[in-house]
């Protein structure tokens, strides 16, 4: 099991650029993928961006492609979500993800069993 601890959300304009950390516990952080999911109200929880713990390739959802860019620090059990070119549509809580030791990358939010608390992010028109 790990622990998450997501920071770094807020309300910022259409256009506006914002970073969300996760902070995880624990000394197998290098062992799990790592993912960012949100929710929007009404809406089922969504794949973001994933990046895996076998050499870092990373994935996107469709929607977020060439605006936002996932990273890793192992070394600091960090998880990063840079947002750039943000829309109203992007509103929503996230929620940072781990699973340890995966064959592949998961963008099923049921295959996740480590969970953050969440970060607001709102974007207004």
């Known amino acids: 099991q790990v622990q998450l601890v997501e920071s770094g959300g807020g309300l910022v304009k259409a256009g506006g650029s914002l970073r969300l950390s996760c902070a995880a516990s624990g000394r197998t952080f290098s062992s799990y993928d790592m993912a960012w999911f949100r929710q929007a109200p009404g809406k089922e929880r969504e794949f973001v961006a994933g990046?895996?713990?076998?050499?870092?390739?990373?994935y996107y959802a469709d929607s977020v492609k060439g605006r936002f860019t996932i990273s890793r620090d192992n070394a600091k059990n960090m998880v990063y979500l840079q947002m750039n070119s943000l829309k109203p549509e992007d509103t929503a809580v996230y929620y940072c993800?781990?699973?340890?030791?995966?064959?592949?990358?998961?963008?099923?939010?049921?295959?996740?069993?480590?969970w953050g608390q969440g970060t607001q992010v709102t974007v207004s028109s």
């Open positions: 993800a781990a699973l340890q030791y995966t064959a592949v990358i998961s963008m099923r939010a049921g295959t996740y069993d480590n």
């Open positions: 990046i895996r713990w076998t050499g870092g390739a990373t």
